[in-house]
């Protein structure tokens, strides 16, 4: 349970330094204005495509003092009818050491296309997201953040402990009539980064949870991809639209191959 | 960790640019400022506001100060951890306006500031009276967001108090836990980030262990937060460990430790994946916001804070008003009394500058946070901090935390640090003597 300031502080400038390199401001501004025209996985993404910067809210502080563990949340204002859906949500980080945050991939049963979670950002940025509809449009939204270092806030490095892969799961014990229900989930494990040190200095390997899948009689609500900026102990909130009930069964797995699962009883409305 | 004692030296040069030391100097002061009588009103006499107040007269003797406050004996938040823990009596925390209004001519209202009207350049007060002003300084702390945490509404603190203002619900407190039973179990809830005083809650559970260590020794304390981590943690964890043993158990976020719904009348509350704790005595500390004048001024942003500029502490969004303490958005600064007194200091100068026309003088602020985790033994944090590129930030290498595995000398001798601590910052800001 040690968490030394001076310990998480010496990974800083390393990780810093990492993202000077990946993401160079001087040499990206000449090719575009936006910033998914700066940053490659997102231009690979778009193929060409233009999105349009409208319909994606996405909720940061405006300040954070601790970047290892940022509550971010993102809706999408779009129908989530099986002719026409958020069919999948891209979140990049400008500036961190690799720009992929987070992807979630929806199916109609999802309700609506709102998630939240907690993510690492490096240094004060840009973060953006790029939604995909069923019909092939893209939407896209920006929000500025800046990221102080404070002493008097400690920042987190979360070790493997005893409760690793342990999983939680909450889904709302009633909804609102015609109204998506929450579902709230949490795994225990360090996310290892690949950019820390351990204590004699040697890299730690990159271990994280990769994936995640929801699924309710069968049928996928939600698939996710965890890249390393998802703080530990990955948390996601969301949605399970109405006139669905029966178990909910989740799924976990991390980079070993080894997963973990919980259920939920979704109740009748 | 080991950077500290290397920089001390380099910090306290720093800091000694805010301090009194380079006011008899009066670098930066403008010769005349304050001898045209321009009125400057000061709102809330707490860290920030009281020694606004007594700064701008230091600096400026000619100018006229308001300083509206309505308690006439104001309580610290600061220390009334130490009386929760029986270290300290209620009283040694009150400090009255005398050598305000006495020794520096400040004129000091005991009143309720309840609305500004940024244009016309006035403060209404709930009394019904208003007060011009030139320039305004709004210094007013905290205010909950009732609502945010279900069933914590505003008349739950009455059964589970907040204690998070020193005054009657701090004594509420202390009542419940000396009446509690042996065996019991406390529960403090603790908020994210950001709020007053981010090692207070450790501090508290530390204190109230100390108290139940000697008068209720069967007794447990739970701490239940919304964050995964927290200020000081290497050594609050040790400090318990040596002191009471098993006695505090603290839940993180991801341990299922974030409480959302709140139940005053059975002092119980839920987790967020639905664990439900019952408490003997049950310490709700909110989530919080500026404090109201700030929302009435129109100068918070959608965080509930206030943004400022970092040089002068200027409200971003109104002309002439200047905002201090926990009310602002001044990451890296914690939201602490010591941060808000510097703030007020580099405010005072500013401000005075400002109405001579003339630019600010270069701003420097430092900030020490003690806690005290049992007697004689205190760990703290410390930094200077400086605008950089336009944006606060802590000096590199300015400060640190204590050690961990320091010896019981080293933990005694910041313990008094910390007596220490709080006698000249009382003295400095209220004039009080200690006892």
Not at chain 2, 94 to 110: A, I, N, P, T, W
Request: proline share 7%; glycine share 8%.
């Amino acid at each position: 349970m040690h968490r030394t300031i001076a310990r998480i502080r010496s990974v800083i400038p390393a990780l810093v330094a990492t993202a000077l390199i990946v993401a160079s401001p001087a040499s990206a501004e000449a090719q575009g204005n936006a910033p998914w025209d700066r940053v490659d996985p997102a231009q690979e993404l778009l193929d060409g495509a233009t999105p349009r910067a409208e319909s994606i809210q996405i909720d940061l502080p405006s300040v954070t003092q601790d970047g290892s563990s940022v509550p971010l949340s993102i809706e999408v204002d779009h129908p989530m009818r099986s002719d026409d859906y958020i069919e999948a949500l891209y979140v990049f980080a400008t500036r961190n050491p690799s720009p992929e945050v987070v992807e979630y991939h929806f199916t109609p049963l999802a309700g609506k296309a709102r998630i939240s979670t907690r993510v690492r950002l490096n240094e004060s940025q840009t973060v953006f997201a790029l939604a995909r509809t069923s019909r092939g449009a893209w939407l896209a939204g920006t929000r500025e953040i800046r990221v102080t270092v404070s002493g008097c806030i400690a920042q987190g490095n979360a070790e493997k402990g005893p409760d690793f892969m342990q999983t939680r799961v909450r889904a709302a014990s009633r909804a609102r009539p015609g109204e998506p229900l929450d579902v709230r989930t949490l795994i225990n494990h360090p996310m290892e980064t690949g950019l820390r040190e351990d204590s004699n200095g040697n890299a730690i390997p990159e271990r994280i949870v990769h994936s995640f899948r929801a699924e309710i009689n069968g049928e996928t609500v939600l698939t996710a991809r965890f890249h390393r900026a998802v703080s530990a102990n990955p948390y996601l909130l969301f949605y399970i639209a109405p006139g669905q009930s029966g178990p909910l069964h989740l799924t976990w797995e991390e980079d070993t191959g080894e997963t973990a699962t919980a259920t939920a009883e979704i109740p009748a409305a | 960790m080991t950077r500290m004692p290397m920089n001390r030296r380099q910090a306290l040069k720093r800091m000694g640019t805010v301090g009194a030391g380079s006011l008899l100097a009066g670098a930066g002061v403008p010769l005349f400022a304050g001898s045209r009588t321009d009125r400057v009103v000061v709102v809330g006499g707490g860290f920030g506001g009281a020694t606004a107040a007594k700064y701008l007269k230091r600096l400026a003797p000619g100018l006229n100060v308001t300083l509206v406050e309505p308690a006439k004996r104001y309580y610290t938040c600061p220390f009334t951890n130490l009386y929760l823990g029986g270290m300290r009596e209620f009283e040694s925390l009150g400090h009255d306006y005398r050598e305000l209004s006495d020794r520096y001519d400040v004129r000091v209202l005991h009143a309720f500031a309840q609305d500004v009207d940024v244009e016309g350049r006035r403060l209404q007060l709930e009394n019904g009276s208003t007060l011009r002003w030139d320039r305004l300084i709004l210094s007013p702390g905290i205010d909950f967001r009732w609502g945010d945490l279900e069933g914590y509404d505003k008349r739950a603190p009455e059964q589970a108090p907040h204690a998070w203002k020193a005054g009657p619900q701090t004594k509420l407190l202390r009542k419940q836990l000396v009446a509690m039973e042996d065996g019991g179990t406390f529960i403090l809830v603790a908020p994210d980030n950001p709020f007053r005083c981010p090692p207070g809650p450790y501090e508290r559970v530390s204190m109230i262990a100390n108290y139940f260590k000697k008068n209720k020794p069967r007794s447990k304390i739970l701490l239940l937060d919304a964050k995964d981590t927290f200020s000081k943690q290497g050594l609050f964890e040790e400090g318990w460990r040596t002191h009471y043993g098993d006695m505090i158990e603290w839940v993180g976020r991801s341990a299922d430790g974030r409480v959302v719904r709140v139940d005053p009348e059975l002092l119980e509350v839920e987790t967020e994946f639905g664990t439900v704790h019952k408490a003997s005595v049950l310490n709700v500390v909110p989530p919080q916001k500026a404090g109201a004048i700030a929302h009435r001024a129109g100068v918070a942003d959608d965080s509930g804070w206030v943004p400022i500029d970092p040089h002068t502490f200027r409200a971003r969004r109104a002309e002439g008003v200047y905002v201090l303490g926990d009310a602002t958005q001044a990451a890296p600064m914690p939201k602490s009394g010591f941060v808000a007194n510097t703030q007020a200091k580099v405010a005072a100068r500013a401000v005075i500058a400002d109405l001579a026309g003339e630019p600010a003088p270069e701003p420097s602020w430092a900030n020490t946070c003690y806690s005290v985790i049992a007697p004689e033994w205190g760990i703290t944090v410390a930094n200077v901090y400086e605008v950089h590129e336009g944006t606060l930030r802590e000096v590199p290498g300015s400060g640190g935390v204590s050690p961990l595995d320091a010896d019981a000398a080293f933990r005694s001798r910041e313990a008094a640090y910390a007596e220490a601590w709080y006698a000249a910052i009382t003295q400095d800001i209220w004039g009080t003597r200690p006892a």
